[in-house]
């Protein structure tokens, strides 16, 4: 418990310690006179009236001035009093110190808090950038396992749609062609479903094409459905020999998408447009597998 604990009680502190400061500055200036050094420590001091002297008669009276010349008394300055020491910084000291015990304590004690809630501040932030990077690379690691199962379905679909051209062993039966040899006509990595021989393959991305083999690389552009689905279409398109697709015949074999693609499908089918060729069948036909998903 302090000494004064009350705002009255440190105001009366400080104003007894006033009135003992003004108290003690009077006795010094208004106080009994004195002398330095006092008359009864005085030294006794021989009558004359120069600084040079001779003989054993002493005169009780001054000298002629014209046979002793009267020198000038020394006066020598008076001592200075020793300065005063005031007690006055002593008593503010004391009042200031057992205030600013209680201040010094108060400051410390906020600093800790203060440290502490910075502490406990980062260490939140720390956690929270953890939890939020962790559910980052989580929501990747999904989207890429994703990714690849998508992938890997849309292989099994292609290669269902091939026949198993990508996986063929060599020992199905079966012999097509326009000839008269018998035999399976075409390309090894051709498409059953083409009708056409000629050439070799090509593709594009977002439309991969398939019988229309030496036509060289398509010119094409993407239309994005009405609905927010994602799916695989095969289309059936009818190409003539300027490289046009004059037809195009959504949900053949292989498609996964939903119904809502179809048009969308069919549309970009026919924004495909290959190099003129003279020499290509009048009417040669193929197939258009258009991809689509909701990241597009």
């Given at each position: 418990?302090?000494?004064?604990?009350?705002?009255?009680?440190?105001?009366?502190?400080?104003?007894?310690?006033?009135?003992?400061?003004?108290?003690?500055?009077?006795?010094?200036?208004?106080?009994?006179?004195?002398?330095?050094?006092?008359?009864?420590?005085?030294?006794?001091?021989?009558?004359?009236?120069?600084?040079?002297?001779?003989?054993?008669?002493?005169?009780?009276?001054?000298?002629?001035?014209?046979?002793?010349?009267?020198?000038?008394?020394?006066?020598?300055?008076?001592?200075?009093?020793?300065?005063?020491?005031?007690?006055?910084?002593?008593?503010?000291?004391?009042?200031?110190?057992?205030?600013?015990?209680?201040?010094?304590?108060?400051?410390?004690?906020?600093?800790?808090?203060?440290?502490?809630?910075?502490?406990?501040?980062?260490?939140?932030?720390?956690?929270?950038?953890?939890?939020?990077?962790?559910?980052?690379?989580?929501?990747?690691?999904?989207?890429?396992?994703?990714?690849?199962?998508?992938?890997?379905?849309?292989?099994?679909?292609?290669?269902?749609?091939?026949?198993?051209?990508?996986?063929?062993?060599?020992?199905?039966?079966?012999?097509?062609?326009?000839?008269?040899?018998?035999?399976?006509?075409?390309?090894?990595?051709?498409?059953?479903?083409?009708?056409?021989?000629?050439?070799?393959?090509?593709?594009?991305?977002?439309?991969?094409?398939?019988g229309l083999n030496g036509r060289g690389r398509p010119s094409k552009s993407k239309v994005i459905p009405d609905c927010d689905e994602e799916g695989t279409v095969v289309v059936e398109i009818h190409v003539n020999q300027n490289g046009n697709v004059v037809k195009a015949i959504p949900g053949k074999r292989g498609t996964t998408g939903?119904?809502?693609?179809?048009?969308?499908?069919?549309?970009?089918?026919?924004?495909?447009?290959?190099?003129?060729?003279?020499?290509?069948?009048?009417?040669?036909?193929?197939?258009?597998?258009?991809?689509?998903?909701?990241?597009?």
């Amino acid at each position: 418990m302090g000494y004064f604990e009350t705002k009255h009680q440190k105001q009366s502190a400080r104003l007894t310690t006033v009135i003992m400061l003004l108290l003690l500055l009077l006795l010094f200036v208004v106080g009994p006179g004195y002398m330095d050094p006092p008359l009864e420590y005085g030294v006794a001091v021989n009558f004359g009236t120069s600084d040079t002297g001779s003989g054993a008669e002493q005169p009780k009276k001054p000298l002629a001035s014209e046979s002793t010349p009267v020198s000038e008394p020394v006066v020598e300055p008076e001592k200075a009093a020793p300065p005063v020491q005031s007690t006055e910084p002593v008593a503010s000291e004391e009042v200031l110190t057992s205030e600013d015990l209680e201040a010094i304590a108060i400051k410390k004690a906020d600093a800790a808090a203060k440290k502490k809630a910075d502490a406990e501040a980062i260490a939140k932030a720390q956690a929270k950038a953890k939890a939020k990077a962790d559910a980052e690379a989580k929501a990747e690691e999904e989207r890429l396992k994703k990714e690849a199962e998508l992938k890997a379905k849309k292989k099994q679909d292609l290669d269902a749609l091939m026949s198993g051209i990508g996986t063929d062993d060599g020992t199905d039966k079966g012999s097509e062609g326009d000839d008269d040899t018998p035999g399976d006509k075409g390309q090894l990595n051709g498409d059953p479903y083409a009708s056409s021989y000629f050439g070799s393959p090509g593709s594009g991305n977002g439309g991969v094409a398939y019988g229309l083999n030496g036509r060289g690389r398509p010119s094409k552009s993407k239309v994005i459905p009405d609905c927010d689905e994602e799916g695989t279409v095969v289309v059936e398109i009818h190409v003539n020999q300027n490289g046009n697709v004059v037809k195009a015949i959504p949900g053949k074999r292989g498609t996964t998408g939903d119904i809502c693609l179809y048009e969308a499908a069919k549309k970009t089918a026919l924004t495909h447009k290959w190099p003129a060729d003279s020499k290509a069948p009048a009417k040669q036909i193929g197939f258009v597998i258009v991809d689509f998903s909701v990241r597009q």
